[in-house]
Structures are given as C-alpha cells and as structure tokens.
C-alpha cells in the first residue's frame, strides 16, 4: 500500500485516479510514499526513509529543495502545460486591462456621484479620460516559446497582433506548434526595441534571474505594456518602477504583487491567479497522480525537475530502482553485486541528469534484502529498492 501525503488542497477529481486498493491519501502521513504540494513550502521540512517521490501540481518548484531531495534520491515531479491554457486567457485579460484602462474605468463607475437624472451625462462628460487603444496591428513580443509562450504568441495572432518570439532553448514539439506567421528573432535586443507588449514566460533559474534589467529595460520603446506571469523574479524591481516612473514602460501587469507595486498607479498587480482555474487544477491533478503512479508501480520518470526522463517496458515480473551518484564504474559495481548474490538481470536501463543515475533493472527473481543492503552499502549509491511485482 502505497501511503499519499497531501500537503494542500488537490483537485479530487485527480485524486481518485488513485486506485483505494493500492493507495492510502492521509494528509497527515508520518511515514509516506510520495508527498504531493501545491504551494507549501517544503525547505525547512524533514523527509522520511519511506519517501520516494515529491510532486508538485503546477509548474514552478521554487518551494521544493532540489539539490536536498536529489541528495536522497527522490524525484521531483512537477506538471507543465496543465495550466498553459489558463495562464495564456489571464496574459490576454491582462493586456486588455491595460491597453483599455478598464481597471481605473471600472473604479470611476463605482465611485460615480451623480443624481440618477444626471448619471449618463456625467458620465458620458468624464469617459474620455479613459480612451485606450486596440491590440489588433500592435507588436506582441514574446519572450520564453514554451507551452504557455506559444499559446499566448498563437492566441494574440489571431487577434490581429504582430508577434516577434525569442527563446535559443526552444524545443521541436513546440517550435511545431507556434504558428509560422510568427517572427523568431535570435538577439532579445531586437525583440524589445520593435515590440509595445512585451510578455515573460521563462522558468526562474539562476541564470534567469533579473532577467530583465536596467540595461534590458532601456531599449524599449515609451510606453510600452510589460507583463510578467513567470515569476516576480525574472525582472528586476527597481528598474521596472523606475522605468514605469520615467514613462518608459507604460504598464507593468504582474501576477506577483509586492509592496512597491502594490499602489503604484502604472502597475496592475494579480494575487498570482495565473492556475487558479478549476480546469487548470483539475488537470494539474490528474497529471501530477498518472505520473506518480507511474514511477511508484513501474519506475517510470516524466516531467521530473531533478531526475531524468525513464521508460521501461517490462521485461519480467520483478523490477528493481537503484539511485546513484553519477560517477564512473557505477554500472559495472551494480551489475557485479546482482551476479554475485546470484540474482539474474534480465533488462537494464541506466540514465543519468546532472549530479545523479537512475537505474531500472527487471530481474528473473526478487532481490532479497540482504543483497539490497549490500547493494545500498556499495559507495555512490543513493538508495536501492524493490518494487512491487509488475502485473
């Protein structure tokens, strides 16, 4: 039985995806299986020996240790494009807010003091300080091609936009999807010098962070409409709010909200709704469940922040996971043990991501546990276990 900790609220339609005879979801697990969060934080916690796997349902990983997690051997799983679709329709309001002014609109309707006689006419006398403008032959710049990015560059295609997009790392299943009509350049210089929206969806690395700067901001034209749905940190604050004060950007929409921002005229702060959709959570869910039953019943690993992408098809009925450092001579030792405590492989998947290997070895017979204490023992091997029998 394998023990599911639910950290924060997952959309139950993903969770009863979850077999009752092979899982047990208990909030308040001391000793599961896989943890399963949303937006807890999960630095400062303690992880069990049971632990194998952590999932996130959404895409950023900011609030889960990475490089603690690998150490242990325990994959971190995590859910992209579940929300592409969401995050792309909340850009496209976002532009719209601030290209029609409709947020300062909808607050002087509120605030209106007019005699019913005369509502329409103040009214009507007061409007014109809110005239805005179309999107339809303005340029879109895109920055990030991933599968929100390409979404949004497609869906403001289509509502007449020019769109110029700029990512070096993009990938072929979403270079295929972005529609041709759209400009790939290949310097950021030229994206933000030509465009008057410029949208964000790059991931927060190290190498992403303040991605946009002082020297970035700078090259834009006056009053352009900045939208950052990634992460606060892709920019760096200051220069935004000294660029929105010095009228070089026009808008700054952000669904990372801060103090600076927060009554800030030119900025339109979101309280990060980006998934905050129940069709972006009820996919996110079923996503993030199918992928954790797939690695705790077969081994298999898709879309992990930390361990690289494994499939196996079954070549027997007992299969075994061993973790190790990614250091030389680490098959040869595995293989060696096995053979030597007289355990016969049959098939055997090695792959490795960075620091740490994954191995997936189907196995005539099951490995006793004296020879998978052996195994765990043997240098730069994180952990060794068997799993259940394959059906």
């Known amino acids: 039985m394998h023990i599911i900790q639910t950290l924060d609220t997952i959309d139950p339609q993903g969770l009863v995806q979850f077999p009752a005879d092979k899982y047990l979801l208990d909030a308040k697990a001391a000793t599961p299986s896989a943890i399963m969060v949303r937006s807890s934080d999960l630095h400062t916690r303690d ?6 796997a952590v999932g996130r349902a959404g895409v950023g990983v900011n609030n889960i240790p990475l ?14 494009g579940a929300n592409a679709n969401a995050v792309k329709e909340l850009v496209l309001a976002g532009m719209l807010l601030a290209t029609r002014n409709l947020y300062p609109a909808l607050e002087f309707v509120r605030q209106l003091k007019a005699p019913a006689d005369q509502f329409d006419a103040a009214m009507e006398q007061q409007k014109k300080q809110f005239r805005g403008s179309e999107l339809a032959g303005k340029t879109l710049g895109v920055i990030g091609l991933g599968q929100i990015g390409v979404k949004v560059a497609n869906a403001a295609l289509a509502l007449g936009m020019k769109v110029i997009g700029f990512d070096p790392s993009m990938t072929l299943h979403n270079a295929l999807a972005l529609s041709s009509e759209i400009r790939k350049v290949e310097n950021l210089s030229e994206l933000l010098t030509a465009s008057q929206f410029i949208s964000l969806h790059v991931p927060l690395l190290e190498n992403t962070r303040h991605f946009l700067k002082a020297e970035e901001l700078a090259l834009l034209k006056p009053e352009t409409i900045l939208l950052n749905f990634s992460r606060g940190e892709i920019v ?3 220069a935004v709010i000294g660029a929105l004060n010095n009228k070089k950007l026009r808008c700054y929409v952000t669904d990372f909200p801060t103090p600076e921002l927060q009554k800030h005229p030119a900025a339109i702060c979101l309280p990060h709704l980006g998934a905050s959709t129940a069709e972006a959570e009820q996919n996110s869910a079923y996503i993030l469940v199918n992928h954790l039953r797939d690695f705790l019943e077969y081994g298999y690993i898709k879309h992990s922040a930390n361990f690289p992408d494994v499939h196996l098809p079954p070549g027997a009925a007992f299969r075994l996971v061993v973790i190790n450092k990614n250091i030389p001579g680490m098959v040869a030792q595995i293989s060696e043990l096995l053979s030597r405590t007289g355990h016969n492989i049959i098939t055997m998947l090695n792959k490795s991501r960075e620091n740490v290997a994954y191995n997936l070895i189907d196995m005539d017979t099951s490995v006793d546990e004296k020879s998978l204490l052996d195994l765990s023992a043997l240098p730069g091997i994180i952990r060794a276990y068997n799993l259940a029998p394959l059906s």
């Open 47 to 52: 992880f069990p020996a049971t632990l194998k």
């Open 236 to 238: 760096d604050l200051d």
């Open 67 to 80: 490089a603690k997690l690998t150490e242990l051997g325990i994959p971190v799983f995590y859910t992209p």
